[in-house]
Nanobody, 123 residues
Framework: QVQLVESGGGLVQAGGSLRLSCVAS????????MGWFRQAPGKEREFVANINWSGGKTYYGDAVKGRFTISRDNAKNSVFLQMNSLKPEDTAVYYC????????????????WGQGTQVTVSS
């Protein structure tokens, strides 16, 4: 059974940085696209970032382009999200996901999800 465990969330002031980590166990995900989504209270889940199986292709939601960077370490079965220049509107629970696809993480074909980590950005 695949488990994804996120860490690194917390409280940070606007303009600060956080680095989220997601470690997978149960099977290797080196052949799977992985990504991050977030959900703020009262809002729908939002795509944040996607990285393909090799790490050679990355995609970002418009709200985070230029501020967030996704990366992965297949040897450690892990994916990371470096978040810089954080804004209060980045406040949300951040979820790691792994897809059955090698290229894209889409909720409809991503069976593996973490429990989420809270990120709170104060103004």
């Amino acid at each position: 059974q695949v488990q994804l465990v996120e860490s690194g969330g917390g409280l940070v002031q606007a303009g600060g940085s956080l680095r989220l980590s997601c470690v997978a166990s149960g099977r290797t995900l080196s052949g799977n696209a992985m990504g991050w989504f977030r959900q703020a209270p009262g809002k729908e889940r939002e795509f944040v970032a996607n990285i393909n199986w090799s790490g050679g292709k990355t995609y970002y939601g418009d709200a985070v382009k230029g501020r967030f960077t996704i990366s992965r370490d297949n040897a450690k079965n892990s994916v990371f999200l470096q978040m810089n220049s954080l804004k209060p509107e980045d406040t949300a629970v951040y979820y790691c996901a792994a897809s059955l696809s090698r290229e894209f993480v889409r909720p409809r074909d991503s069976p593996y999800w973490g429990q989420g980590t809270q990120v709170t950005v104060s103004s």
